[in-house]
């Protein structure tokens, strides 16, 4: 079968963090929209927006007085995510849903495997394999992390996750999270950052 999907969205960003790549103050503010089918044609017909929210803040900070150095600073972030999907997504869904779990794909959960968060509750023998009940219509993450950033190539932190999967948008209920929490480590080394975390 061939299957034909119409866009058409926009992007707001507002962001004014410093000491990038690793903030240690500053906010960022994201939120997305996307229409697709209904009038502009296509083979499904949704709407599915999509939100971002961090901030950061210094604590307090060491060091950094003799011409050079870099200050060490004690840094607390909060970020908050949400999505929703209205419509029905078609043969768009894999893409278009909300899957949670693990790192690599969909939403962040830190200390679950992928995919192993769905509308359905925890799912622990995925083996990072996703399934059409993994993917649901909205999502809600949340993070909390207090770290050291040492200079501008060596942060670690302490962090607490939180967030589920629902089927509809209309289940959305900020009271039910499955939650995690572990420590991280980041390096900033010329192809990026890279990370590792234990949750």
Not at 99 to 118: C, I, W
């Amino acid at each position: 079968n061939q299957h034909f999907r119409s866009t058409v969205g926009f992007q707001l960003t507002h962001d004014n963090r410093i000491d990038l790549p690793v903030p240690s103050a500053g906010s960022m503010r994201t939120i997305s929209a996307q229409f697709n089918g209904g009038p502009l044609g296509g083979s499904s017909s949704f709407q599915r927006y999509t939100t971002e929210l961090r901030n950061y803040t210094t604590l307090t900070q060491w060091g950094g007085e003799k011409p050079g150095s870099q200050a060490m600073k004690l840094v607390f972030g909060l970020t908050a995510r949400a999505g929703m999907l209205f419509g029905d997504a078609g043969p768009f869904f894999y893409s278009q849903k909300f899957a949670m779990g693990g790192t690599q794909y969909g939403e962040q959960l830190r200390g679950y495997e992928e995919f192993s968060v769905t509308p359905n509750g925890f799912v622990p023998t995925t083996n990072s394999n996703a399934t059409q009940q993994s993917f649901g219509n909205a999502f809600f993450s949340t993070t909390s992390e207090l770290g050291v950033r040492f200079n501008s190539m060596l942060y670690s932190d302490v962090f607490y996750d939180a967030g589920n999967v629902y089927d509809r948008p209309r289940d959305f209920d900020p009271t039910r999270l499955f939650r995690g929490a572990g420590i991280g480590v980041a390096i900033v080394t010329p192809l990026g950052p890279l990370g590792l975390d234990w949750a």
